[in-house]
């Protein structure tokens, strides 16, 4: 069993930076890939990135590589993202999730993860 809190999320300007933090309990953290996704009203929940068990190998969508780090720290129980370069479609519900590194399947697909956070909110405004 895994327990998710999701942190540092708020209102920005666009072209600003926020730092979301999940932090996990649970000794076995270090064996879990994490993910973040979001979901905007009316909109469904879709993958931003994610980081294998290591944190060797990393995943971005499309519309956030090159502006989005994921990032974790096994010491510390934690998976973060830095979202640098916001824009106002950025505005969302941030998600982090986690799945049991034996777990096959596409990073980007919720259904292949076990573990949900309540969720922190971004806004980003124009």
């Known amino acids: 069993q895994v327990q998710l809190v999701e942190s540092g999320g708020g209102l920005v300007q666009a072209g600003g930076s926020l730092r979301l933090s999940c932090a996990a309990s649970g000794r076995t953290f270090s064996s879990y890939s994490m993910g973040w996704f979001r979901q905007a009203p009316g909109k469904e929940r879709e993958f931003v990135a994610a980081?294998?068990?290591?944190?060797?190998?990393?995943y971005y969508a499309d519309s956030v590589k090159g502006r989005f780090t994921i990032s974790r720290d096994n010491a510390k129980n934690t998976v973060y993202l830095q979202m640098n370069s916001l824009k106002p479609e950025d505005t969302a519900l941030y998600y982090c999730?986690?799945?049991?590194?034996?777990?096959?399947?596409?990073?980007?697909?919720?259904?292949?993860?076990?573990?949900w956070g309540q969720g922190t909110q971004v806004t980003v405004s124009s």
């Open positions: 980081v294998s068990w290591s944190g060797g190998n990393t």
């Open positions: 999730a986690a799945r049991s590194f034996s777990k096959s399947g596409a990073y980007s697909s919720p259904a292949r993860y076990d573990y």
